[in-house]
């Protein structure tokens, strides 16, 4: 272990042991609060380009499974923690060996508290994890010189190449086209599970290349960046809402069918990312236990219009789902897959190949 520190944009500096990849990080401090499924979380493509500090006082406790990642690759850019541990039950691998092999530093022996209270309340900002000897005045130029978060497209550079799934008792019920902006894997395979062929795209599939598949749904799974900084993806949905499929958003989907509705998204302070963040269901008075990770959100609608909220965070009110009225057309800012996380929104999948196998059964009449 050696001497080490993250530095963010502010000057605020936090020293520790080093660990993981030799190297200078560059991204966006951000903090989780999710207490298990750390593989999940730095595989998630939605934290592409950020340094992840988690505010669970133990990381590493039982290694690296073979089958759990969220993509084919880490995707956090740096990992800060109170405790790492690298521990390597049997048939896994220890997550610092893992980090290091995928060149990501770790901070850890600080006092996460801290960090995450000073980014909650300062927001998230655009920091330097250091473990390669890097001075701080050196790291502070390289801060200067990296882009912020907004304004930053960031999907070509974690979504894949078109591929298929199916039910593992193959049992199709439909045919669902899956926009990679950069999916979670669990979003298909739960999408598989219920009963649907999955045709899993690249992010800049058009509404001609969704149309060839002739699809029964469609859904806009999540990814990282800035929705407001997706025109070309923007009018893609657009597009794809003329084909009249039935048609759901997840977390950056949500935001990009927002934004092809006629509203509008923001950057969020500090962001939402954990595994217990309660969401009122609007039309019932359900609260869920929902699994989060954006740092945008979605300016509610204005008047008596069309977009209907159909979910809202008990947190700080901001919009988590939303609903076109009279059309199978909605989304949730929130992960029902969760992985890691509670469960209670996982029906929404089910509900959407539900929708989907309506929807070709309707056009077989």
């Known amino acids: 272990m050696s001497a080490a520190y993250l530095l963010l944009e502010d000057g605020t500096r936090f020293d520790g042991e080093g660990a993981g990849a030799i190297t ?31 505010s669970a006082p133990m990381i590493g406790n039982y290694g690296i499974e073979s089958d759990v990642g969220e993509s084919d690759r880490v995707q956090a850019i740096g990992m800060v923690c109170r405790e790492a541990r690298n521990a390597q039950p049997p048939g896994r691998t220890g997550l610092l060996d893992w980090l290091a092999d995928n060149g990501v530093p770790v901070l850890f022996g600080i006092d996460t508290r801290a960090l995450v209270q000073h980014l909650r309340d300062h927001g998230a900002q655009r920091s330097a994890l250091v473990t390669d000897g890097t001075t701080p005045e050196e790291a502070q130029k390289l801060i200067a010189a990296t882009p912020e978060m907004a304004g930053q497209d960031l999907a070509a550079g974690v979504s894949r190449p078109r591929r298929e799934q199916d039910p593992a008792d193959g049992a199709t019920r439909c045919t669902v086209a899956l926009l990679d902006y950069g999916a979670k894997d669990s979003i298909g395979d739960l999408i598989a599970e219920a009963g649907a062929h999955v045709v899993i795209v690249p992010h800049d599939a058009t509404a001609a290349d969704i149309a060839a598949i002739n699809p029964d749904g469609i859904l806009l799974a999540n990814g990282p960046g800035d929705p407001g900084a997706m025109d070309a993806h923007v009018a893609n949905v657009q597009a794809m809402l003329e084909l009249g499929v039935p048609v759901f958003g997840i977390c950056l989907g949500h935001q990009l069918l927002a934004r092809a509705l006629g509203l509008s998204t923001y950057k969020l302070r500090f962001g939402h990312r954990g595994a217990n963040h309660p969401v009122l269901e609007t039309e019932t008075g359900r609260v869920l236990v929902t699994s989060q990770n954006h740092g945008f959100a979605v300016q509610p609608p204005e008047g008596t219009g069309n977009v209907t909220i159909t979910h809202k965070s008990l947190y700080d009110d901001t919009v988590e789902g ?33 929708e989907a196998a309506a929807y070709r059964e309707s056009r077989s009449n």
């Open 24 to 54: 200078t990080a560059l991204g966006e401090a951000v903090f989780t609060t999710g207490m298990t499924g750390y593989q999940e979380t730095l595989t998630d493509p939605s934290f592409n380009g950020q340094i992840i500090t988690f």
């Open 322 to 354: 939303l609903r076109l009225t009279g059309r199978p057309v909605w989304s949730m800012q929130f992960h029902p897959e969760a992985s890691p996380g509670p469960h209670d929104a996982r029906d929404a999948l089910v509900s959407f190949v539900d």
